[in-house]
């Protein structure tokens, strides 16, 4: 089953099941906030550091299998496989689009 996801989210995922941070960071705005585990993580810089420190070093593949509209957000569901303690972990992404870039991104286990 293909999800359909709004292009810069397709584009994301698609970058994520590469490992490649270049193309992961792409689809954010330049003033993007991504927010993983209570922190927060401002522009290219911080969420590359992030990508980098706690994605490609565990090999941390997000596999989306639900994508719905909530409140102004796209929500995208799934497990996300790696080398990290109780992989397959369950995520929840909480997309916020403006002006076809995420602006914000919430991350919830």
Do not use: C, W
């Amino acid at each position: 089953m293909t999800l359909e996801l709004p292009s810069p989210i397709a584009a994301y995922v698609a970058a994520n099941a590469r490992l490649d941070v270049d193309g992961m960071l792409t689809p954010f705005a330049a003033d993007a906030v991504l927010r993983d585990n209570g922190a927060a993580f401002r522009g290219h810089v911080e969420i590359r550091r992030l990508f980098e420190e706690a994605v490609v070093s565990v090999k941390a593949i997000f596999t989306p299998d639900t994508a719905r509209h909530e409140e102004g957000q796209v929500v995208v569901e799934g497990p996300a496989y790696g080398d990290f303690k109780g992989s397959p972990i369950r995520f929840t992404y909480r997309f916020t689009l403006e002006d076809d870039a995420i602006k914000a991104l919430e991350i919830t286990a």
